[in-house]
């Protein structure tokens, strides 16, 4: 079973950039498809990216795309959220997820970090 901490929010300003982590520990981190997913105040967690195992294929919320990258390295056993031109709805509690299976939920997840925005 994994653990899942995430690290590297903050408050940044409008425009600017941040970069979250995802660090697992307890189970073969090249093996699980990750996600990063947000919780906005007062709103309903929704997903941002997903990259499988491999890294090779990425997939991106519309709100998102063309300014998060997600990306991993499995000698680090760490996850990625490169996010670039931050908008203040961007504000949220930021989770990563993981799952074992190449589709449907995820099992496993962090206890989140906090992204606040500043317009």
């Known amino acids: 079973q994994v653990q899942l901490v995430e690290s590297g929010g903050g408050l940044v300003r409008a425009g600017g950039s941040l970069r979250l982590s995802c660090t697992a520990s307890?189970?073969?981190?090249?093996?699980?498809?990750i996600a990063w997913f947000r919780q906005p105040p007062g709103k309903e967690r929704e997903f941002v990216a997903r990259i499988y195992s491999t890294g090779i294929s990425t997939a991106y919320s519309d709100s998102v795309k063309g300014r998060f990258t997600i990306s991993r390295d499995n000698t680090k056993n760490t996850g990625y959220l490169q996010m670039h031109s931050l908008k203040p709805e961007d504000t949220a509690v930021y989770y990563c997820?993981?799952?074992?299976?190449?589709?449907?939920?995820?099992?496993?997840w962090g206890q989140g970090t906090q992204v606040t925005v500043s317009s």
């Open positions: 997820a993981a799952s074992l299976r190449t589709w449907g939920d995820y099992d496993y």
């Open positions: 307890g189970g073969t981190f090249s093996g699980y498809r």
